[in-house]
């Protein structure tokens, strides 16, 4: 399992890179590409739309379900990736740098893990 | 085998008319430029292609099918002999009521016998299938709640173990979705839902037995919750067959069902339709219900719609037929059968878990109803055998495969429902196979990667078809 060391993990399975204090990138961690299997189709927030830590922004789709995406800070979405929308095997293939929106003014996180801590949390959840 | 297209050959036809001997009558706009591209064969081309084709499918009629909740039961013959009486078949939607008696009496016999096992008041035959039914289900709540100007309550709760068209049909009516976690022994989580009910709170919609086949030890409960915070409470019938004649959803405190009579009433599944999935409810609800209703009215039959109707979900009357061959069931049953087959349908789901349980895991075990669900994450752990490649390796064995990776809730999942109409050699069979995959699993689990080895198609490239699905036949460029 990838787990980059400069990034934040949320419990729910995304990373966090922040790129200066109030503005981030947002993708599915390594896990949880592996977990959901092959992607085939994901939503994507529209520029402007609030997003609330904690909460769903979005949706993945593989071919055994589809899975909510919850966002693990608050604040506004500044860019969506749109080459997902057409190929959103990306996240499969490179789930780091297939990040799925951008947010800007962040205000607030969920409590983060470092990476040490998300492999920990992630092979308590294997058993 | 060929397409029915690569069948076709030029000025091939079927029917031998005779020469029109009226003059031709249509104006020319409405006619096309050019004919359409159909498929020139004989009736005999025809024929063969679906014998090949039927040949190459797997039903019920040609091994044990145990999809779980999909409730995949034997469709008996004397169904399908009253649905092809020439009186039912040959009616037009349109006929004036008094020449269509019989048909509309067995739409009031039916919803008289429906509502018995519901515990409801009434019942609209209207929706064509289980996923409109609970749309049509969701309007009536919508509905009831606008009557009363209560116009805040815009949340429907539902436990994470529901099948994925309760939140879809939620979201259809304009609904937001609340998932309800479920707890250890997998039923609804009480303190998550006491949380989330409250004066926002439109409804609940909960199947029972739920999805991992057990009975909610606290149903009235639950119901209570959602009466006392104002919101209705509606039940998806999805597994009705493990309870039908003896317990109902209305004393269950459920206020709108609706049923597949598909699954529990043994009218066919399939391939797209045609479906029943009639919406019953309460009487203070039955002024809201969908299109026009058969009722009885001087010693005769007639049609009625009330004029608080949400109106129409389909067109007519729904799928006629499908109600036929249900009230053929019923009435074949009867007041004793009904529940005998539901009490068969848990007892065979419990006597082939119990001839698993030493070797496979079951997610749930205790007090399961009319289905089960194997894990097979120790083993995708040990082996790395999916519950895909044990799914396909049964199609080896003449067995269709269980329901796969559903519910979500449980990891590797392949969810089983026999059925009652399998009898104890053919679960013993089953058995046996399935031991017999799971040898196969440990000592050459790469073969099993690679089943299955006997059927026309072996692993279909889903993911390739989900990312770039083929819709459409490509003619020949020299056509």
Known sequence: MNTPKELKYAKSHEWVRFLDDSTALIGVTDYAQDALGDLVFINLPEVGDMVVSGEVFTDVESVKAVSDVYCPVTGQVAEVNEELLDNPALINEDPYGAWLIKVTGITDTEELLDADAYEKRCAEEEG | ?479
């Open chain 2, 1 to 479: 085998m060929k397409l029915i297209f690569e069948r076709s050959r030029p000025g091939v036809r079927c029917g031998l008319l005779p020469p029109c001997d009226v003059p031709k009558a249509l104006p020319a706009a409405p006619l096309r430029s050019c004919p359409p591209r159909l498929p020139e064969v004989a009736e005999i081309d025809i024929s063969r292609h679906y014998t090949a084709l039927a040949k190459e499918a797997h039903g019920v009629n040609d091994g044990f099918y145990p999809l779980g909740s999909c409730t995949m039961k034997y469709n008996p013959r004397i169904n399908e002999e009253m649905a092809a009486l020439p009186g039912f078949t040959g009616l037009h939607p349109l006929q004036p009521v008094e020449t269509i008696q019989g048909a509309l009496e067995v739409l009031c016999m039916a919803e008289r016998l429906l509502c018995e096992i519901t515990g409801m008041d009434a019942m609209s035959f209207q929706p064509a299938a289980g996923a409109q039914g609970e749309f049509a289900g969701l309007l009536l709540i919508k509905a009831y709640h606008a009557s009363r100007q209560d116009t805040v309550r815009k949340k429907i709760l539902v436990p994470d173990a529901a099948h994925g068209t309760n939140p879809a049909s939620a979201a259809m009516a304009g609904y937001d979705v609340v998932s309800i976690p479920s707890n250890e022994r997998g039923c609804v989580d009480l303190d998550a839902l006491r949380a989330a009910a409250g004066p926002d709170t439109a409804g609940l919609m909960l199947t029972n037995p739920n999805t991992v086949g057990l009975f909610d030890e606290n149903i009235l409960e639950i119901t209570n919750i959602i009466h006392d915070a104002g919101g209705l409470c509606y039940y998806d019938g999805a597994n009705l067959n493990a309870v039908m004649g003896i317990v109902r959803p209305g004393d269950m405190g459920f206020d709108v069902v609706h049923l597949n009579l598909h699954k529990t009433f043994s009218t066919p599944h399939g391939c797209g339709g045609p479906g029943a999935g009639p919406v019953g409810c309460r009487q203070f609800l039955a002024p809201f219900l969908p299109g026009e209703q058969a009722v009885e009215q001087g010693g005769g039959f007639t049609l009625e719609q009330s004029t608080a109707s949400i109106g129409r979900v389909k067109l007519f009357y729904g799928n006629f037929l499908v109600v036929v061959r249900a009230l053929s069931y019923l009435l074949s049953l009867g007041r004793e059968g009904i529940p005998e087959a539901a009490q068969n349908a848990v007892l065979n789901a419990n006597y082939l878990m119990t001839l698993l349980q030493d070797r496979f895991d079951i997610a749930f075990s205790k007090g399961v109803m009319h289905e089960f669900v194997i894990t097979l994450e120790h083993e995708k752990k040990r082996t790395g055998v999916t519950a895909m490649d044990i799914a396909k390796a049964m199609l080896d064995y003449g067995i269709h495969p269980p329901t796969m990776y559903f519910p979500l809730i449980v990891h590797e999942a392949l969810m089983v429902e026999p059925t009652e109409t399998e009898g104890r050699a053919a679960l013993d069979e089953a058995a046996r196979i399935l031991h017999e995959i799971l040898d196969r699993a440990q000592s050459d689990p790469a073969a099993l990667h690679s089943a299955p080895q006997t059927t026309c198609v072996g692993r279909p490239d889903e993911v390739g078809a989900a990312r770039t699905p083929r819709l459409r036949y490509s003619f020949p460029a020299a056509q």
